[in-house]
């Protein structure tokens, strides 16, 4: 897998809430580069070019980050780290981005996607999802985007835990307690599942 997407930022000097005020009035975005090797550089992104970027990369997917200091631009491979989001608006107030080694393995959240109609449905059982992501370890250009979940063969009262999930090669699932993914029970009866599943640890 190569690298296939390119965000150009800025080196931004002002720093505090007044400086990152001003930035959003422009409709620009505060950030920060953490390039993995000690040295974080703050940077500034336009609206637009961000939020297009994270539609299609999400938090998982390796991109480049082009930093433009005024005399020169520098280009890292990057995975976004944190958003800050506005309380009521639709826009980000700061963004993080993390510098990656892409031969050294990175863990990340990666979404799970769930396919199909499982058996234990179509007999009349409810399908219970306990999580909406998983962790994952693996070199950074190998991380998947999402992992799908086929659920057709759960049958009422059968379950997929997270040692189950079959992964990309490389790639391995990090947890601490072998956690219940999905479970198909009779309505009524899988809120104690839930709880299990719950109790089970946060992966």
Not at 103 to 114: A, D, G, H, M
Not at 162 to 182: E, F
Request: aromatic share 8%.
């Amino acid at each position: 897998m190569s690298i296939e997407r390119v965000l150009q930022v800025q080196k931004r000097d002002g720093l505090g809430k007044g400086a990152s005020r001003r930035l959003r009035v422009g409709d620009l975005v505060p950030g920060v580069f953490y390039n993995g090797q000690g040295e974080n550089i703050a940077v500034q992104v336009p609206s637009l070019p961000m939020e297009k970027l994270f539609a299609a990369v999400g938090r998982n997917t390796v991109f480049h980050i082009e930093i433009d200091n005024g005399e020169k631009k520098e280009k890292y491979p990057a995975l976004i780290w944190d958003i800050q989001y506005h309380p009521y608006k639709r826009a980000f107030l700061h963004i993080d981005f993390y510098g990656v080694d892409l031969t050294k393995e990175v863990i990340v959240r990666v979404p799970l996607e769930f396919i199909g109609v499982s058996k234990g449905v179509k007999l009349g059982g409810q399908l219970e999802t306990y999580r909406e992501n998983v962790r994952l370890s693996g070199k950074p250009l190998d991380i998947p985007k999402k992992i799908s979940i086929d659920v057709t063969e759960l049958d009422i009262n059968g379950a997929i835990h997270v040692a189950d999930v079959t992964l990309p090669k490389g790639i391995c699932a990090v947890y601490s307690t072998n956690y219940c993914i999905v479970a198909v029970h009779i309505p009524g009866a899988g809120e104690e599942g839930a709880e299990g599943a719950a109790e089970s640890g946060t992966a």
